[in-house]
C-alpha cells in the first residue's frame, strides 16, 4: 500500500520569508502525489499535483513542489509567505482499490503558521 | 461553477441514533468518494462509488456504516447505532472518473458529526 509522512506537524515563519514543508512518500510503482490546502472551516483545495509528468510541478498562490524519486521526497515550497498561507497542508498520494478504482492517502498534515 | 455540496454542515446526535449524511458532486462527475478526518488527522477513506454502485467500500468500519448513490448523482451515508467515536468531519470528493490514479478529487466542505 501507498503512504506518506509529513516529517512537520508544525512549521512556523515569518512572513515574506521562504516555506518548506516537507514529505516522504513509499510507493511500489510511480505514484500520482497531490498537496492540498485546508483553511479553518473550510473544505479542501487541491495546491498541485505530479502525475509523472514534469518533476518540477507549479501550483496556485506561487507554490511548487519537486518530485525527488531517489530520495522518495515531494517537498512544498513557496519563495515568500503570505499571512493568507496559514492553514493546514496534507501530502496525499493515490493508491489502488480493491476494484482497481483509486483513493487517496493522506499524510497527518502539517499546521503552517505566519508571523507577522 | 457549483461544487461539491455537503448538508447539514453540522449534525449533533446522541449515541445510539441513526444519521445521515447528505453529498451532492459536481455535474457530470461518475465517481464520488467518502472520507472521514477525525480531530488532527489526515482524512481516510471510506467508500468510493462509480455510477451508482459501491465499487470499494473497503474502508467503512463497520456495518454500522452504509452508503448509497441510487441515481449515480447524490450520495449519503448512513450511520445506524451511532458511537462517540463515530465524531468526526466527513468528506464527500467527486471526481471525473477518466484519469485513473491522476483524477483530481474536489471536496466539499464536510458534515462535523458530534455524537454525545
Known amino acids: 500500500a501507498q503512504s506518506v509522512t509529513q516529517l512537520d506537524s508544525h512549521v512556523s515563519v515569518s512572513e515574506g520569508t521562504p516555506v518548506l514543508l516537507r514529505c516522504n512518500y513509499s510507493s511500489s510503482y510511480s505514484p500520482s502525489l497531490f498537496w492540498y490546502v485546508q483553511h479553518p472551516n473550510k473544505g479542501l483545495q487541491l495546491l498541485l499535483k505530479y502525475t509523472s509528468a514534469a518533476t518540477l510541478v507549479k501550483g496556485i498562490n506561487g507554490f511548487e513542489a519537486e518530485f525527488k524519486k531517489s530520495e522518495t521526497s515531494f517537498h512544498l515550497t513557496k519563495p515568500s509567505a503570505h499571512m493568507s498561507d496559514a492553514a493546514e497542508y496534507f501530502c496525499?498520494?493515490?493508491?489502488?482499490?480493491?476494484?482497481?478504482?483509486?483513493?487517496?492517502?493522506f499524510g497527518k498534515g502539517t499546521r503552517l503558521s505566519v508571523i507577522a | 461553477g457549483a461544487g461539491v455540496s455537503q448538508t447539514p454542515s453540522n449534525k449533533v446526535t446522541e449515541k445510539g441514533k441513526y444519521v445521515e449524511l447528505r453529498c451532492d458532486p459536481i455535474?457530470?462527475?461518475?465517481?464520488l468518494y467518502w472520507y472521514r478526518q477525525s480531530l488532527g488527522q489526515g482524512p481516510e477513506f471510506l467508500i468510493y462509488?462509480?455510477?451508482?454502485?459501491?465499487?470499494?467500500d473497503s474502508g467503512l468500519p463497520n456495518d454500522r456504516f452504509f452508503a448509497v448513490r441510487p441515481e449515480g448523482s447524490v450520495s449519503t451515508l448512513k450511520i445506524q447505532r451511532t458511537e462517540r467515536g463515530d465524531s468526526a468531519v466527513y468528506l464527500c470528493?467527486?471526481?471525473?472518473?477518466?484519469?485513473?490514479?491522476?483524477?483530481?478529487?474536489?471536496f466539499g466542505p464536510g458534515t462535523r458529526l458530534t455524537v454525545l
Open positions: 470528493a467527486s471526481s471525473s472518473g477518466t484519469s485513473g490514479g491522476a483524477d483530481t478529487q474536489y
Open positions: 496525499v498520494v493515490s493508491d489502488w482499490g480493491s476494484s482497481g478504482n483509486t483513493r487517496l492517502v
Open positions: 462509488f462509480q455510477g451508482t454502485g459501491a465499487a470499494d
Open positions: 455535474s457530470g462527475h461518475t465517481a
